[in-house]
């Protein structure tokens, strides 16, 4: 039984078109590792310490990062929360990046090929 007939009978088709040969699906090429590395992503960062700001001045700098930033572990250390969107913010505006706030606790920075569009309220 041949790869046809056999597709027919499992899909009921009987007057399958013949346009549908095998040879006419062409491969995909394979998307190189270097280019697969090249992606912009979305972390989710908590602050709890001044080694969690470190990691996401790294990650801004490198420019492949969008970072989400949750400051709610630093509810009771004001100082340390504005000491480290400080720091984040002088970082954005170093690369020419962007930073807002999305509600009390939770930031979006950005590097420089994406911009936050703020809303007036």
């Known amino acids: 039984m041949s790869n046809k007939s056999w597709l027919n009978k499992l899909l009921k088709y009987e007057d399958m078109p013949e346009s549908y ?5 062409k491969e995909l090429a394979e998307i190189p590792a270097e280019e697969k590395k ?3 992503s979305i972390k989710i960062f908590d602050i709890k310490d001044e080694n969690h700001v470190n990691e996401i001045l790294d990650k801004l700098r490198e420019g492949k990062t969008i970072a989400l930033i949750n ?3 630093l509810k009771d250390d004001s ?3 504005k000491l480290a969107m400080r720091r984040i913010k002088k970082t954005c505006e170093a690369i020419d990046g962007d930073v807002a706030g999305l509600s009390e606790n939770l930031f979006v920075a950005t590097p420089s090929f994406v911009k936050v569009s703020k809303r007036e309220v």
């Open 71 to 73: 400051t709610s572990y």
């Open 38 to 40: 090249d992606k912009l």
């Open 21 to 25: 040969e095998d040879d006419e699906y």
């Open 79 to 81: 100082f340390l929360m």
